[in-house]
């Protein structure tokens, strides 16, 4: 019995020349890349204010169309701006490997955060 990795000729080849025939393990092969749950974690954030700011600019353009008071520029700039940086640190957390990344992420979550408290609640 062969290997069907191995093609019919290169597995009669090596066991004919009785040299061992490596083992090949696919988990080896497909492991998850470390972090993948924490970029998974901070890309939702930041794709979260990026919706987040799409939403409050149609609000925004519905009150100016109907005459009703809207959410001002300040909460329509500061979410706008926010989701933006957001986006911009989640690409760098998405590139880079180590702390660098793990900085960009935890930057994501502090944007967030910041625009969550400052636009929101006072």
């Known amino acids: 019995m062969h290997d069907s990795v191995l ?5 009669d080849g090596d066991e004919a020349s009785g040299q061992a025939v490596p083992e090949r393990h696919e988990s080896s092969a497909r492991r998850k890349p470390r972090g993948r749950w924490w970029r998974g974690f901070t890309g939702s954030v930041a794709a979260g204010l990026a919706v987040l700011a799409v939403g409050m600019l149609v609000v925004g353009v519905l009150c100016l169309v109907n005459g009703a008071s ?16 957001a ?15 793990v900085g960009a992420g935890v930057g994501v979550l502090v944007v ?7 636009l929101w609640w006072f």
Request: hydrophobic residues 55%; aromatic residues 2%.
């Open 112 to 118: 967030a955060g910041v625009a969550f408290s400052l």
């Open 7 to 11: 093609p019919d000729s290169a597995a």
């Open 87 to 101: 986006l911009v640190l989640q690409r760098v957390a998405d590139r880079r490997v180590g702390k660098a990344a």
């Open 70 to 85: 809207g959410p001002g520029p300040l909460k329509l700039v500061g979410h706008s701006v926010a989701a933006v940086i």
